[in-house]
């Protein structure tokens, strides 16, 4: 069974860093493409960052580009989120997701991890 398992979010100030974790299983993913997407309470799921997980180039939102970046340790099984110089504006739950194409549409990636929050103070 496939599963994703989000965990580093927290509570941190404006201009400060979080590391993301997603902890994956079920599979060795080596066919999918992963991504890290965001939602905030009243809004759409708005997506962040994405790569294959066999490499490649790793494409990002506008809004995250420079201060978000996306990697993975296969030997451990874990895609990660380096967020940095965080804004007020960045919190949302975030969450990690596998697809079979590489895309940005939320609807395109097939497992979804719970999310985990992420809070920036002002």
């Known amino acids: 069974q496939v599963q994703l398992v989000e965990s580093g979010g927290g509570l941190v100030q404006a201009g400060g860093s979080l590391r993301l974790s997603c902890a994956t299983s079920g599979s060795t993913f080596s066919r999918y493409a992963m991504g890290w997407f965001r939602q905030a309470p009243g809004k759409e799921r708005e997506f962040l960052a994405a790569?294959?997980?066999?490499?490649?180039?790793?494409i990002y939102a506008d809004s995250v580009k420079g201060r978000f970046t996306f990697s993975l340790d296969g030997a451990k099984n874990t895609v990660y989120l380096q967020m940095n110089s965080l804004k007020p504006e960045d919190t949302a739950v975030y969450y990690c997701?596998?697809?079979?194409?590489?895309?940005?549409?939320?609807?395109?990636?097939?497992?979804w991890g719970q999310g985990t929050q992420v809070t920036v103070g002002s």
């Open positions: 997701a596998a697809s079979s194409a590489l895309a940005v549409e939320p609807s395109r990636y097939d497992y």
């Open positions: 790569r294959w997980w066999s490499g490649g180039r790793s």
